[in-house]
């Protein structure tokens, strides 16, 4: 017997180093699908930075609950169709435990039959659209503003400041729409009609037949509820036309990115904003994103990273409280049961009635410097 105790005790050795090994190498999956090429690439790209600021500060301590979140990232090229198959293949054949971070308002719902059949949570989606919030969508946790209340506000901002002739161009998709049903309550509010209505393509945007009218309507402001590439594309027609009209956008265009694309013609553009002044370390948040990016060599957060990297802790507190096993079901169920999680300076809630969770809503114009001013 004495001879047996010593090759027992290595296999049993072996057995809890194997244990160990599996546990600190176990990795929770987490699927993202979104346009990192095509007309919001910019933007892709700085969200999924600033989600990654703090997935990696997380997993460089030793992940969740003993486990480390891999973030797998598909280029959907700001393609619908293409979203809803690169969700199937997250889903079905990578297993993940969660989606995240998914960008555009048709991309976001051409997956959701997919989120259902299976019962996975998307967390964060990177669009503000009200579809996604009333009625509520079970598989879906928001971390931002609608746009509606976006537009709401820009409206009224204009409206306090004199600006009474606005003119409204919006891509001719669910995201435009929503946009422009934010818009309308803001101009109801306010008790004005839009000079201009007007909708384009938003896979091919044409801004030859509307710059004429923006010029001829004598707007003074121009709301434009679209993707950063077709604004770009806009603002050079409608000044082309002669147009000086102050030209207004969303968050979804809340990016460095952006911001470069303009070039000349960025200056004075107002972008609404959903989460706070990305300078003010007021804000834990802010300042703990601050710090983390510097620590990774970058200078400064964007708007866009803010998101991301809002997102990312909402989604790493729903993994926490999963506990060790962290399945789909698991975290479903405490993500719905998350209430006035302080992500640093804002709180997060969620209840099986309301997946809001954000209400934030701000304005912000591009200065001088090419950077946002509040």
Known sequence: MKQLKKPLNLW????MLAALSATSHAQILIGQTAGFTGPVGAGVKETTEGAKLYIDAINGK???????????SLDDKFDPKLAADNARKLIEEQNVTAMFLTRGTPHTESMIPLLDKHGVPLVGPSTGAMVLHQPVRKHVFNVRATYQREAEKAISH???MGITRIAIVYADDSFGADGVAGAQKGLSAAKLQPVVLEKFNRAKPDFGPIAPKIYQSNAQAVMMVAS???VVDGIKAFRAAGSAAQIVTLSNNASGGFIKSLGDQGRGVIVTQVFPYERSIAFPMVKEAQELAKAKGQNEVSPAMLEGFAAAKVLVEGLRRAGAKPSREKVQAALENIRKLDIGGLEVSYTPEDHTGLDFADLSII????????
Do not use: M, Y
């Open 367 to 374: 200065g001088t410097d090419g950077r946002f001013k509040r």
């Open 12 to 15: 049993c050795g072996a057995l």
């Open 62 to 72: 030793g992940g969740v609950n003993g486990q480390k979140i891999e973030l797998i």
């Open 228 to 230: 950063g590439a077709a």
């Open 158 to 160: 204009l409206h306090s």
